[in-house]
Nanobody
Framework: QVQLVESGGGLVQAGGSLRLSCVASGRTFSIATMAWFRQAPGKEREFVARVNRSGGNTYYANSVKGRFTISRDNAKNTVSLQMNNLKPEDTAVYYC????????????????WGQGTQVTVSS
């Protein structure tokens, strides 16, 4: 089993920045891909970004490309999401996810999830 705990959410004005962190514990050696998803009220959970085991391969949703950066520190069992130039449409609960096998943008492929952290961007 893997446990994930997010932190770093909050309220920020449009154009501002936030940094989310996710700490993994348990069978961390088994984790291949780590990712961030988000879910706004009344909407489905959507993919934001993912990073592979080494941290050298990343992939982003078009909506955040160029503004968000995902990074991974295996020594600390953490994955971070640096969010710059935030927009009101980025408002959502952000979830950290981990998977032992595949790299995907589909939420159903991920076995482990954090509890989520709220990000609110005011206009």
């Amino acid at each position: 089993q893997v446990q994930l705990v997010e932190s770093g959410g909050g309220l920020v004005q449009a154009g501002g920045s936030l940094r989310l962190s996710c700490v993994a514990s348990g069978r961390t050696f088994s984790i291949a891909t780590m990712a961030w998803f988000r879910q706004a009220p009344g909407k489905e959970r959507e993919f934001v970004a993912r990073v592979n085991r080494s941290g050298g391969n990343t992939y982003y949703a078009n909506s955040v490309k160029g503004r968000f950066t995902i990074s991974r520190d295996n020594a600390k069992n953490t994955v971070s999401l640096q969010m710059n130039n935030l927009k009101p449409e980025d408002t959502a609960v952000y979830y950290c996810a981990a998977d032992e096998w595949s790299a995907s943008e589909r939420a159903s492929f991920y076995d482990y999830w954090g509890q989520g952290t709220q990000v609110t961007v005011s206009s």
